[in-house]
C-alpha cells in the first residue's frame, strides 16, 4: 500500500458526535485523497491536497472538513456525524514520477 | 465532466477461461488509465498504470489495452483462477492527479473452481 496508512480502522458514532480519521504517508508524496465508497455509488471524491497547506473540495465535500498541517499527515474531520455518512472511507496517494494511485487500507464508520 | 462506465457489473467464468474487462470512458483527454482489484472488506490493490501515450501493459497473467481516441480500455485476464475472485476497479486520471481520479463502478469477477 505504499506506505499509507489509516487510524483507526473502525468506529461506531451516534448522530451529531465528532471524529477525525487520520491519513499517514512514510514518503514523501505531494498529492493526497480522501475518497468514500458506497454500494451503488463507487468511489467518490471528499476532498483532496496538493501539498502541505493546501486543500480543496471534491465531489462529495459537504459535512467534512480536511488539514494538511505537515506533508506526511492529511485528516478528515466530521464536525457533526450524520447517518448518511456511513461508509468506508479510504485514504491515497499519488507518487510523483508515475502517477499511479495507492491506497490505504480502509476505515468502515457507522453512524446510529 | 468525466464519467467511467464498466461493464460487465457482474461476470461468473470456469476456472481455467480467459476473460475481459471493459471500461469505458467520456472524455479521451487523460493522463492515465489505472486498474485496481478490490477483495471483499479490503483496500484497493492498483494492478496495472496505462499512461496516456501507451497502448498496453502486462503484469503476469494480466493485460491492460488502452484505446483513448475511443474511449476504452479491457483487462484482459488469462488463465483464471479461483484466486482472481474479486471486484475490479478503473480509474481515469484528467486532470494529471490534481483533483483525483474518476472510478467506475467496477465489475464483480467470480471463478468458479
Known amino acids: 500500500n505504499a506506505g499509507v496508512t489509516q487510524t483507526p480502522k473502525f468506529r461506531v458514532l451516534k448522530t451529531g458526535q465528532s471524529m477525525t480519521l487520520l491519513c499517514a504517508q512514510d514518503?514523501?508524496?505531494?498529492?493526497m485523497y480522501w475518497y468514500r465508497q458506497d454500494p451503488g455509488m463507487g468511489l467518490r471524491l471528499i476532498h483532496y491536497?496538493?501539498?502541505?497547506?493546501?486543500?480543496a473540495k471534491g465531489e462529495v465535500p459537504d459535512g467534512y472538513n480536511v488539514s494538511r498541517l505537515k506533508k506526511q499527515n492529511f485528516l478528515l474531520g466530521l464536525e457533526s456525524a450524520a447517518p448518511s455518512q456511513t461508509s468506508v472511507y479510504f485514504c491515497?496517494?499519488?507518487?510523483?514520477?508515475?502517477?499511479?494511485?495507492?491506497f490505504g487500507e480502509g476505515s468502515r464508520l457507522t453512524v446510529l | 465532466k468525466q464519467e467511467v462506465t464498466q461493464i460487465p457489473a457482474a461476470l461468473s467464468v470456469p476456472e481455467g477461461e480467459n476473460l475481459v474487462l471493459n471500461c469505458s470512458f467520456t472524455?479521451?483527454?487523460?493522463?492515465?488509465l489505472q486498474w485496481f482489484r478490490q477483495d471483499p472488506g479490503k483496500g484497493l490493490t492498483s494492478l496495472l498504470l496505462?499512461?496516456?501515450?501507451?497502448r498496453e501493459q502486462t503484469s503476469g497473467r494480466l493485460n491492460a489495452s488502452l484505446d483513448k481516441s475511443s474511449g476504452r480500455s479491457t483487462l484482459y485476464i488469462a488463465a483464471s483462477q479461483p484466486g482472481d475472485s474479486a471486484t475490479y476497479l478503473c480509474?481515469?486520471?484528467?486532470?494529471?492527479?490534481?483533483?483525483?481520479?474518476?472510478f467506475g463502478k467496477g465489475t464483480h469477477l467470480i471463478i468458479q473452481p
Open positions: 472524455d479521451s483527454a487523460i493522463y492515465n
Open positions: 480509474a481515469v486520471d484528467s486532470g494529471g492527479g490534481a483533483d483525483g481520479l474518476t
Open positions: 491515497a496517494i499519488v507518487t510523483t514520477n508515475t502517477g499511479e494511485l495507492f
Open positions: 514518503m514523501n508524496h505531494e498529492y
Open positions: 496505462i499512461q496516456s501515450s501507451q
Open positions: 491536497s496538493v501539498g502541505e497547506g493546501t486543500t
